[in-house]
């Protein structure tokens, strides 16, 4: 089962803006991270955000965390064409042998144009 | 160097068939996951695999899939008497080792259809 929700499904917006996608998620974690995919293609990591830190930066990338409302952004800025792609947030749960077992939500599809 | 490789990359087959999907992880990489991702949503876990051993199998759906990765290294997930509802991309992922919060790498995966 999902662990929760992007908001929004869906971004367009146009080269040189700024993108926010959202995320909620249900259960206590340790880690949030944020993965890109390419249509077609597999998952790329972006950035991981501890449970104890409030926000993270990389690049164009800036996540923040609040454990508290259970949830998170992604802003990109500057967007170029070629951050079109989905986002995917996806929680750390403990597992048996110690593994870190990722939990998706559902995706926020950005299209930016030029 | 090379990442995670998936084969096939596409697989067609009929409904009641077996099939087996490859992952080839990054050498060296002793953690390995299996998800599988329906159209319009998020990977789903299915199995992880620390070495040779299934440490976490919670996420196969049924008894009628199953992975193995004799060697630790490359892994096969078996699908028998497959269902239209098994068609999905089956993502494999691996990371160099246990704990946390080490990267996952993904493949491209494998796109089955089940006609």
């Known amino acids: 089962s999902q662990q929760g929700e992007e908001d929004p499904q869906a971004l367009s917006i146009q080269e040189g803006e700024n993108a926010t996608m959202n995320c909620s998620y249900k259960?206590?974690?340790?880690?949030l991270q944020w993965y890109r995919q390419n249509s077609g293609r597999g998952l790329v990591h972006l950035i991981l955000?501890?449970?104890?830190?409030r926000e993270k930066h990389s690049g164009r990338l800036r996540v923040t965390l609040d454990t508290s409302k259970k949830s998170s952004s992604l802003l990109i800025t500057a967007s170029r064409a070629a951050d079109t792609a989905s986002y995917f947030c996806?929680?750390?749960?403990?597992?048996?042998?110690?593994?870190?077992?990722?939990?998706f939500g559902t995706g926020t599809q950005l299209k930016v144009e030029l | 160097g090379a990442g995670v490789s998936q084969t096939p990359s596409n697989k067609v087959t009929e409904k009641g068939k077996y099939v087996e999907l490859r992952c080839d992880p990054i050498?060296?990489?002793?953690?390995l996951y299996w998800y599988r991702q329906s159209l319009g949503q998020g990977p789903e876990f299915l199995i992880y695999f620390q070495g040779t051993g299934a440490a976490d199998d919670s996420g196969l759906p049924n008894d009628r899939f199953f992975a193995v990765r004799p060697e630790g290294s490359v892994s096969t997930l078996k699908i028998q008497r497959t269902e239209r509802g098994d068609s999905a991309v089956y993502l494999c992922?691996?990371?160099?080792?246990?704990?946390?919060?080490?990267?996952?790498?993904f493949g491209p995966g494998t796109r089955l259809t089940v006609t």
């Open positions: 996806a929680t750390d749960l403990e597992v048996t042998g110690g593994g870190n077992k990722l939990t």
């Open positions: 259960t206590s974690i340790n880690n």
């Open positions: 992922a691996s990371s160099i080792h246990s704990g946390r919060p080490y990267e996952q790498y």
């Open positions: 955000i501890r449970s104890n830190e």
């Open positions: 050498s060296g990489h002793t953690a």
